[in-house]
């Protein structure tokens, strides 16, 4: 017998799209890598945006392609979390408090092909990314900066791939089983495992 309950996927999008219809005054408060707090709504409109901009910064990754996150949990965080997965990327958050070693093993474990990193990691992602050849595109979650440029080169910025945005970008329909995100554990017997 059918079901008279109305279906719909449980994706990344539809959690994004039901709090901007029913929660889209509830304040999302964070505080930025400088210091300063910054305040957003869900029904502000700049997750969609973010999502057809950061298309720019995952160029040419197939679907279910790796995105890796080391970064503090903040408005760009939340917003590449949901973007990555409209692309149908999967995101890849790592904890920023491992040893080197540990990140260089998960990163190239994980085969993550696009890095997206906080201005506070600067240092280390220059010391690692020699060492990850899977990676393709390199995000700093900040606006334009010379002096990162002149220690990372081919550096993309989160803010010029904002720009690149459109405002009626509309979110892919995928199914629920579509790959969204990926953590490795921490406290194992053996090596680190992604789950």
Request: glycine share 8%; hydrophobic share 40%.
């Amino acid at each position: 017998m059918p079901s008279p309950m109305i279906y719909q996927d449980l994706t990344t999008a539809a959690l994004l799209g039901h709090a901007a219809q029913y929660h889209s005054e509830t304040e999302i408060v964070s505080v930025s890598t400088g210091g300063e707090k910054e305040r957003s709504c869900w029904g502000g409109g700049g997750q969609p945006c973010s999502a057809a901009g950061i298309g720019a910064g995952v160029a040419g990754a197939a679907a279910g392609a790796r995105c890796a996150t080391l970064a503090w949990n903040n408005r760009r965080h939340l917003e590449i979390y949901f973007a990555v997965a409209s692309r149908r990327l999967v995101t890849h958050t790592v904890n920023p408090r491992l040893s080197v070693d540990h990140l260089r093993y998960i990163l190239n474990d994980a085969a993550d092909e696009v890095l997206f990193f906080d201005q506070t990691f600067l240092p280390l992602v220059a010391q690692l990314l020699p060492q990850l050849p899977t990676v393709k595109h390199v995000v700093l979650m900040e606006s334009r900066s010379e002096a990162a440029l002149s220690q990372l080169p081919s550096l993309l910025f989160y803010d010029d791939l904002l720009q690149q945005g459109m405002a009626d970008y509309r979110w892919p329909q995928l199914n629920e089983l579509t790959p969204a995100s990926l953590c490795y554990t921490s406290g194992t017997t053996a090596g680190r495992k992604g789950y």
